[in-house]
């Protein structure tokens, strides 16, 4: 079954740490890429997707995600972290198997201090 | 644009009592989903609509739940009778439906919790 694996399940950092959040999929058709934040108390949000061309996509709040289709992977970045980053970041993932549902990966809780 | 309404936002019940979440998509959005997010098994899909019918119900735990989409502007996810282990946040989210590379915008979930 395909699945979407995110390894780093709770993450530290220091304000303007860089960051990078790993996800991985198992699948080896045509996917479409998002990722997702979820502040504390309020629902998912859009961080970026990637779905065709350029497979460095820029999202909002300085975000950035690289598709690297040869290894499965979708990464989140981002050079500086804020302390307002403080979020669950959740990586899905669309297969073109015609099922428009996400599949949702286990989320990382990113904690940054001050 | 409202976003993705759902009701309530909080429900504490006890075991055997049915509960009825409610959802209104974006005005316009074509698919809706309905989503449960627990620790144990992190977001996972119930059912999807598109244009009112259901086209994946794969998700749904077992027969105590239901769900409905009587219009483009209202769908209900029911449970009856509600168990403890169905304690969880329910999200709602729709979608355009202009292909897969849709962006599903989400409500603010339902915290369902079951006694």
């Known amino acids: 079954a395909q699945s979407v694996s995110q390894h780093n399940h709770h993450v530290i950092l220091s304000e303007a740490a860089s960051l990078e959040l790993g996800c991985n999929y198992s699948y080896g058709g045509t996917v479409n890429l998002f990722w997702y934040v979820q502040y504390p108390g309020q629902h998912l949000q859009l961080l970026l997707k990637?779905?065709?061309?350029?497979?460095l996509v820029k999202g909002i709040k300085g975000f950035e995600a690289e598709f690297i289709k040869s290894k499965f992977s979708f990464n989140l970045r981002k050079p500086s972290v804020q302390w307002s980053d403080t979020a669950e970041y959740f990586c899905?993932?669309?297969?073109?198997?015609?099922?428009?549902?996400?599949?949702f990966g286990s989320g990382t809780r990113l904690q940054v201090q001050p | 644009d409202a976003g993705v309404i759902q009701s309530p936002r909080h429900e504490v019940t006890e075991m055997g009592q049915e509960v009825t979440l409610r959802c209104k998509p974006i005005s316009g959005h074509n698919s809706l989903f309905w989503y449960r997010q627990t620790m144990m098994r992190g977001l996972e899909l119930l059912i999807y609509f598109n244009n009112n019918v259901p086209i994946d119900d794969s998700g749904m735990p077992e027969d105590r739940f239901s769900a409905k989409m009587p219009n483009a502007s209202f769908s209900t996810l029911k449970i009856q009778p509600s168990e403890p282990r169905d304690s969880a946040v329910y999200f709602c989210a729709s979608s355009r439906d202009q292909g897969v590379a849709d962006t599903q915008y989400f409500g603010p979930g339902t915290r369902l919790t079951v006694l």
């Open positions: 899905a993932v669309n297969m073109d198997t015609g099922r428009r549902a996400l599949t």
């Open positions: 990637y779905f065709s061309g350029d497979p």
